[in-house]
């Protein structure tokens, strides 16, 4: 019989000529991932030369040639060119002996059911190429039964290579329309109809960081997240800790509203429909953290296994609460960016927020808003727009690539809008929720992708700058220079950067913007009386049984977040260091602070984490680095202690932090102290024999050597860390420090914004300096000038 069948277990990732690239994938997968534990629904494919032979049969071709010759002359006949010509295909008759072959495979797949549900995907013959990321062209058909719905199914899919969005597509890319075939892939179903399915990329789909595992997903058939029409569920999986025993390596863990689940319909006069989520559904995450290491696991292998990044969709049945992977196609848009550049963008000025959504890559761009319902709508899109709209399908195509920017109000980091917007290079921000409430047709809108996993869509037009950094010409320096983080949400952005690791990770930035509740406030949860304040507390910590989980979950994760992107380098954390008066402001925080004249000289720092008043607050924050370190495996994370007046103070700090398992030396654990405060330095034989290493900072070292208020506007003239008094303590720190092998470094601004600063610390011989990341290669190469001099 002519060559028209394949099964998967015959394809290898060579057969794209003859079954395409999802096929041929499928097939790679069956034949060499399945002794890695790695499950593929079984399936056959429909090969390409049973579409030519569809084509011959129906003598096509030169009627196809004739219609698709006529657009190449005119562009604009593109809607009436593919109409024409996927109506030629779908009034086609299926030859005889194919139909035979197609059912006789169908049957035999079936396995003893009668109409089986399989799924039929289009698989074209240039698809999945390292150069042309053919990201939802062709159609898949869901829950496909019997033999007249798979004969009908498999010609939709021959006709599908003539979509609008097809055509282009070829067009733009190079395709010879003619060239280009397709096969069907026919697998069976995963009852995820009744589970949850999704997607997931063997990278973090926006910085390209190569050590994650980034899974999207939804309650039914995978479509939803595949199309953006849900926000689903996102988590983060640490790949180099994925086989260590006894870890749970989950970096991210957010819930998705996922209103919508797709399921195989019960009216029986269509395969498919959508319906509304429970509740409990919407709360409920898809997938547990078992689940969540075996689709990591698998996708580290498959990654192995090609040897390059991959872009995967999994599912799981309902049925039998197995897992599996559905398609596995090569990531094409992150691993073709040039190792040695990193462009970045900066916002100059900020205006009024009008709403925020997930960043799709990290650029800025601005422009008027073109809000738009239906892509038939192109003639009304402006070059340069902004386009707003509830969500994107590969119809869109052709618009997208004159916008400036896009902002939906549905979908994920895994959905089309986003995929397409990153190999366009465009901004984009998804999952807005009111975009096309708020945003009205030519508003002027700047669209900001540059602050972080979060995009803020501005009110005007607003200044940026961007830079493009060659990274690869960074010279090698002895001092170590680190970088200063405080968002985790920013930091895979700078991974690129070659740093020693992170110098100062400063935890209020999670505590005041992601965890916003005062931790004594869930600690002490029973106690607080104001009602309003409770049922804001109730509000954000919903899923949470217990409160202080909420606490430890998002301080743990971010922490180990930031820790993961610079690992296995040292990523110091500082522990809590608000004043009275910025803990007053979070939720509940009134409660619970004293009131103070002079709070940058009050209750803060160490003075707190021993205090009755305090100590079940600090022991939440134990108690989430102990999580960060040991159960998600992020054993680089090394504490720090603020603001610690006197020796008495470290050895109660020190005693209470053992008392919550974070006991210094045990697990590789180190514990460092800021030096900020003169008496730091006079005694730094004793407070090094205490912590494994000092840091110094700037501003209050600075502040309280010179006697200056350093939020005093009138006095700013004054305040200069490069003061004599306050470089004389530094030297003598650093001497000390250098007498009893303790490394000391530098957290401040001053060594970014003078370079002279940088090379006297240099000179003294300081072990780290560390910087934001835009200064980082400024400093970088004034210290390796400072070194040679």
Not at 400 to 425: C, F, W, Y
Not at 623 to 646: D, H, S, V, Y
């Amino acid at each position: 019989m002519t060559d028209y069948i394949a099964w998967f277990s015959e394809l290898e990732r060579g057969d794209v000529a003859r079954v395409g690239g999802k096929n041929a994938s499928l097939g790679e997968l069956v034949q060499n991932m399945a002794a890695a534990g790695v499950r593929v629904p079984n399936g056959f494919a429909v090969t390409a030369g049973a579409y030519r032979a569809f084509l011959e049969a129906n003598a096509l071709e030169d009627k196809l040639s004739r219609e698709l010759a006529r657009y190449e002359k005119d562009q604009d006949s593109l809607a009436e060119v593919g109409k024409t010509v996927r109506n030629l295909m779908l009034q086609g008759e299926m030859p005889g002996d194919l139909a035979e072959a197609i059912l006789a495979a169908y049957h035999k797949l079936a396995d003893g059911d009668a109409t089986p549900s399989v799924a039929a995907r289009s698989s074209a013959t240039a698809e999945d190429l390292p150069e042309a990321s053919f990201a939802g062209q062709l159609e898949t058909f869901l829950n496909v039964r019997g033999d007249d719905a798979l004969i009908d199914a498999c010609r939709k899919c021959f006709a599908s290579l003539y979509t609008d969005r097809a055509i282009s597509y070829r067009r733009n890319h190079g395709f010879g329309q003619l060239d280009v075939a397709v096969s069907v892939g026919v697998q069976r179903m995963v009852r995820s109809d009744k589970a949850s399915s999704g997607v997931m990329f063997s990278l973090d789909t926006d910085s390209g960081f190569p050590d994650v595992v980034l899974i999207n997903g939804a309650w039914g058939l995978g479509e939803t997240v595949v199309q953006g029409m849900v926000d689903p569920d996102e988590f983060e999986i640490f790949k180099p800790l994925l086989d260590k025993d006894k870890l749970t390596p989950i970096l991210r863990k957010k819930c998705g509203a996922k209103e919508q689940k797709l399921i195989y319909a019960e009216d029986g006069e269509r395969p498919v429909a959508l319906k509304e989520t429970s509740d409990k559904e919407r709360r409920s995450l898809v997938l547990d953290d078992e689940e969540l290491l075996i689709l990591a696991r698998w996708a580290a292998r498959i990654e192995d296994h090609y040897g390059q990044p991959m872009d995967m969709e999994w599912a799981k049945d309902g049925e039998t609460g197995e897992l599996f992977i559905v398609q596995a196609r090569p990531e094409t848009v992150q691993s073709r960016h040039a190792a040695g550049a990193l462009k970045t963008y900066r916002l100059k000025s900020k205006g009024k927020r009008l709403l925020d959504g997930a960043a799709i890559g990290d650029a800025i761009a601005r422009g008027k808003v073109c809000r738009l319902k239906s892509a038939e709508n192109i003639a009304d899109f402006e070059d340069g727009a902004v386009l707003v709209t509830e969500m994107t399908d590969p119809d869109w195509a052709p618009i997208m690539k004159k916008a400036a920017a896009i902002v939906t109000d549905h979908g994920g980091r895994t959905s089309h809008a986003a995929i397409v917007s990153r190999e366009l290079g465009l901004p984009a921000i998804v999952g807005a929720g009111n975009a096309t409430a708020l945003l009205k047709s030519g508003q002027e809108v700047t669209v900001s992708c540059a602050e972080g996993e979060t995009g803020y869509v501005y009110d005007g037009l607003l200044d940026f700058e961007e830079q493009e950094l060659d990274l690869s010409a960074t010279p090698e320096t002895q001092t170590h220079v680190m970088l200063n983080m405080a968002n985790p949400s920013a930091a895979f952005r700078w991974w690129r950067l070659p740093s020693d690791g992170v110098g100062l990770a400063r935890t209020e930035f999670i505590i005041n913007d992601f965890i916003k509740i005062h931790p004594l406030a869930l600690a002490r949860f029973e106690t607080l009386e104001d009602k309003d304040t409770r049922r804001e507390i109730e509000s954000l910590t919903e899923g949470f049984e217990n409160k202080e989980d909420y606490f430890t979950e998002h301080l743990a994760r971010g922490v180990a977040r930031i820790a993961a992107a610079h690992y296995p380098n040292p990523v110091i954390v500082r522990l809590s260091d608000f004043k009275t008066n910025e803990y007053a402001s979070l939720i509940g925080g009134r409660t619970f602070e004293p009131e103070e004249d002079n709070p940058m000289i009050g209750w803060r720092g160490a003075s707190r984490y021993y205090h009755e008043d305090y100590r079940d607050g600090f022991a939440l924050e134990c108690k989430a680095m102990r999580k960060a370190r040991e159960e998600l495996g992020l054993a680089n994370i090394k504490l720090m202690i603020p603001f610690c007046r006197t020796l008495a103070e470290a050895d109660k700090v020190i005693e209470e932090m053992a008392r919550h398992g974070l006991k210094r030396g045990q697990s590789g654990l180190d514990i460092y102290v800021m030096a900020e405060i003169p008496s730091n330095i006079v005694l730094a034989d004793a407070f090094a024999d205490r912590f494994d290493g000092f840091s110094i900072g700037s501003n209050d070292l600075t502040q309280l050597t010179l006697g200056i208020d350093r939020d005093s506007g009138r006095l700013r003239p004054l305040f200069d860390e490069r003061n004599d008094a306050v470089k004389d303590l530094i030297a003598e720190l650093i001497k000390k420090a250098r007498a009893k092998d303790v490394p000391v470094g530098i957290c401040g601004q001053a060594p970014s914004d003078y370079p002279e600063f940088a090379g006297f610390l240099v000179e003294k011989g300081i072990t780290s300096i560390s910087v934001n990341p835009d200064s980082f290669l400024k400093v970088k190469e004034t210290v390796a000038k400072a070194e040679k001099s």
